[in-house]
């Protein structure tokens, strides 16, 4: 039995990316035209292209997403959203379904892959990791991102988690921004996505619903940088409690 779920998660990981490729391919050219404009056009007409891809592809893969607490985000406001970070599908499920125009920190390892890299770099903003220039131009890029009204996707984690804990430790990255910004922090937390692609199986996976639940704003308003580890600690223990108490639920 445990042979034939083998097979079956392998075979249905091989749907899933073939699925993948080919929608993708659908998208590449007007990704393409629309990555040529300028910010914060850019992200503007990139939301909407992503959220109609994503909301085809993932019910074609039996993962349909569901949303919660998109009342939270209020018009004509933007925020830094962080996010709990289990597997590779988070950003494909997390950025799409933010309401309104959203860009998030990625690694630029993935922006080389063929085809694939111009849909990556377009709706993110890239950092290497392994230069401090690098790094130092993505914090600006990101203040600047919330000075022109579009939201901040961040996975403060920085990592997948690989641990058996609820979430790793918080970086300072996002709540940096958030106080520079004087922007509310939305926490989001999303449930399933390691269970459907989980980092330990290669080349495996397994169909689920997906759920992105929303949670009301933190204002940062009159915090200061000496706030950032109290806000941290806070959010942290905010999103924590949420994920215990209602994995067991939508699992």
């Given amino acids: 039995m445990k042979f034939l779920k083998n097979i079956a998660g392998y075979v249905y990981a091989c749907y899933a990316l073939l699925l993948f490729v080919a929608t993708m391919l659908v998208v590449l050219v007007p990704v393409w035209l629309i990555s040529k404009m300028k910010e914060p056009r850019r992200a503007q007409l990139m939301h909407p292209l992503f959220k109609a891809w994503m909301s085809v592809y993932m019910p074609l893969i039996f993962c349909p997403v569901s949303r919660k607490g998109k009342q939270h985000f209020k018009k004509g406001e933007n925020y830094v959203v962080v996010i709990n970070h289990n597997s590779l599908m988070d950003i494909p499920v997390s950025s799409p379904w933010i309401p309104g125009p959203n860009k998030t920190l990625a690694k630029v390892e993935m922006s080389r892959v063929p085809l694939f890299g111009v849909i990556y770099k377009a709706g993110s903003i890239l950092v290497d990791r392994k230069k401090e220039g690098s790094r130092r131009d993505s914090i600006l890029r990101m203040q ?51 269970t459907v692609l989980p980092h330990n199986s290669k080349g495996w996976a397994r169909p689920k619903r997906v759920h992105i639940h929303f949670l009301e704003p933190i204002a940062t308003k009159g915090l200061g940088i000496e706030d950032v580890a109290q806000l941290k600690t806070s959010v942290h223990e905010i999103m924590k409690s949420y994920y215990i108490t209602h994995k067991n639920q939508l699992s």
Avoid: H, S, W
Wanted: aromatic share 10%; glycine share 10%; hydrophobic share 35%.
């Fill in 144 to 194: 600047t991102t919330l000075e022109e009204g579009t939201n901040l996707c961040l996975y403060p984690e920085g990592t997948r988690n690989k641990t058996n804990e609820p979430l790793q430790a918080f970086y300072d990255g996002a709540f940096i921004c958030a106080i520079k910004a004087q922007k509310p922090i939305i926490p989001g937390i999303i449930f399933n996505t390691g």
